[in-house]
């Protein structure tokens, strides 16, 4: 294995569900040179690839699908903003949530549509008919949700989101 190959896979398997772009601009190498080196990395059973919500994420084998998609979730500030409160504050309601975090009921419904497909977050109903979330498996969410730390690009894009959900539903931010 090359030098360069180790240090992409090194990379890679430090910063699980890592995407492309972040790849990129976190090495010295050029796109080319990546895309070349991780498709070898494939080929050889030492990084897997997925397609998870719009973009191609990088991992080591020992993921499986369902992490694989947990982690692509987690780099996104506003979900991993979601899970971290609710572990601190479950059960709870949508509206308790999407007020604690000051972002609009949409932003919160589109990532909590994901954290629910994906097994993150169970959405049940109380003996009242409203809606409750907790997560579902405390564990190995927790555990996944300590290896990932979203990048600038990514917060800056999921502030961005919130600011024109917010101006949309003409929330506290919108003049």
Avoid at 14 to 26: Q, S
Avoid at 53 to 77: N, Q, S
Avoid at 128 to 140: H, K, P, Q, S
Wanted: net charge negative.
């Amino acid at each position: 294995m090359t030098e360069t190959r180790r240090q992409i896979r090194a990379h890679v398997h430090a910063n699980a569900g890592i995407h492309f772009n972040e790849l990129v601009r976190e090495s010295s190498f050029a796109p080319g040179q990546i895309q070349y080196h991780v498709r070898r990395l494939i080929d050889d059973g030492e990084l897997v690839r997925g397609e998870f919500y719009g973009r191609t994420h990088y991992y080591p084998p020992e993921y499986d699908e369902r992490e694989r998609a947990m982690l692509a979730l987690f780099r996104r500030e506003t979900a991993r903003e979601i899970v971290v409160h609710l572990i601190e504050h479950e059960p709870t309601g949508p509206s308790g949530v999407a007020d604690a975090l000051g972002i609009a009921r949409s932003t919160l419904e589109y990532h909590l549509e994901r954290l629910v497909e994906q097994g993150v977050v169970e959405k049940t109903y109380d003996e009242r008919n409203r809606v409750v979330l907790r997560i579902a498996n405390r564990e190995r969410t927790a555990e996944l949700l300590s290896t990932v730390e979203p990048t600038v690009p990514d917060r800056l894009l999921d502030r961005f989101t919130r600011l024109v959900d917010d101006l949309l539903e003409g929330g506290p931010g919108s003049r």
